[in-house]
């Protein structure tokens, strides 16, 4: 009799709609076991029950393999690895209730209260097997199973080239990385822009402006990549240049279109989804105001975000600048 093969369990914590699309796209690559950890139990109980995510991924079925609970310990006892996707301000609640020995790939796009990296809270929690997964990846698509590429990025190379082949499917490819900074700060600051491109289209200000506010955005994003200590090229990779592209362009984007409402003087957050770019621009402004760093774009947004200034007059402001050179 040939000996039975334990089959890997997998992970994903957090229910909304990028828990969910992981979840699915670990059913499809078919490489593991996976449990679907939601916080509160009536919502573990209605994914259970309609085998649908109704409020965060609407018309996408959930298979019957998919697990699913909202207790933690089940959820995470025998698993190998856990891929974290809660909202940004969830996880320092989360981190406090796993153990520390489990590997963790973090998945949000966010910064932590005082504008730390999700991963420098990690470890500081004594979390030491840590990978960050980031890219052009919608839920709404990536839920399909539509086609779309991904980055894990690790200074463990064997624990981003497990979860790699944990994911590796035909609708989903990951690339690995040895940058997880950049990696992980590419789509924390892609959000802001997202919001701002969401303003211009709002505004209806035209693609001659989108262009130009999108491209002088990149080195904004790169004195803050340069300052953390990420890799130069990492920026202009799939987690950087690449989701920027698909957030501020896209139909799907929280972000774009919490701007797009800003601009019409409507609210920014619909529906309970996070908009994780408004709160992003506020701690990237103070950071910037801290280190005398000029981020005209994302201090623009952060002044909207909070009321301080119209849309009208953050235009104003970004095109009244002194004239200087592209560099
Ligand atoms: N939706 C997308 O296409 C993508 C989202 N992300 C990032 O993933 C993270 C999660 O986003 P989504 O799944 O889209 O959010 P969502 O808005 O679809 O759902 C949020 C989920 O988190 C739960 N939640 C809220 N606060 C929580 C807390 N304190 N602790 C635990 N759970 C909490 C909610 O009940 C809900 O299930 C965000 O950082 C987002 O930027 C990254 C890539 C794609
Ligand atoms: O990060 C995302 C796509 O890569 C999702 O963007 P939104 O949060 O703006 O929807």
């Not at 699915?24 to 679907?36: D, F, H, I, K």
């Not at 320092?92 to 796009?109: D, F, R």
């Not at 701690?283 to 801290?290: K, N």
């Not at 000029?294 to 975000?305: F, K, Q, T, Y």
């Amino acid at each position: 009799m040939t000996p039975k093969v334990a089959v890997p369990k997998v992970t994903v914590l957090g229910a909304g709609g990028w828990g969910t699309a992981l979840a699915l796209s670990l059913l499809r690559a078919g490489n593991c076991e996976v449990t679907l950890w939601a916080r509160r139990e009536d919502a573990a109980q209605e994914l259970r029950s309609r085998r649908e995510n109704v409020p965060y991924l609407p018309g996408v079925p959930l298979p019957p393999e998919l697990h699913i609970t909202s207790d933690l310990t089940q959820a995470t006892a025998k698993a190998e690895l856990a891929l974290a996707v809660t909202p940004s301000v969830g996880v320092p609640e989360l981190l406090s209730a796993l153990p520390h020995k489990l590997p963790l790939v973090l998945c949000a796009k966010g910064l932590g209260p005082g504008g730390e990296r999700l991963s420098e809270l990690a470890r500081a929690q004594g979390f030491t097997r840590l990978a960050v997964l980031s890219g052009p990846n919608h839920a709404e698509e990536i839920g399909r199973g539509l086609p779309a590429a991904t980055v894990i990025a690790s200074h463990d190379a064997a624990l981003a080239a497990r979860a790699q082949a944990l994911l590796q499917s035909a609708s989903l490819r990951p690339y690995t990385s040895s940058d997880p900074v950049g990696v992980e700060l590419g789509g924390v600051l892609k959000n802001v822009l997202a919001v701002a491109a969401g303003m211009v289209d709002g505004l209806q200000l035209g693609d001659n402006a989108k262009a130009s506010l999108l491209t002088r955005g990149l080195p904004e994003m790169a004195r803050y990549l340069a300052w953390a200590g990420a890799q130069p090229g990492t920026l202009y990779g799939l987690s950087g240049l690449g989701d920027l592209m698909a957030t501020a362009t896209s139909r799907h984007s929280r972000n774009r279109a919490a701007g797009e409402a800003l601009a019409r003087g409507g609210q920014p957050e619909q529906g309970g989804k996070v908009v994780e770019g408004l709160r992003t621009a506020r701690l990237l402004h103070d950071w910037g105001e801290q280190h005398g760093t000029e981020l005209p774009i994302i201090h623009a947004v952060s002044r909207v975000a909070a009321g301080e200034w119209t849309p009208q007059r953050a235009v104003e402001g970004l095109m009244e600048r002194a004239a200087k050179a592209e560099a």
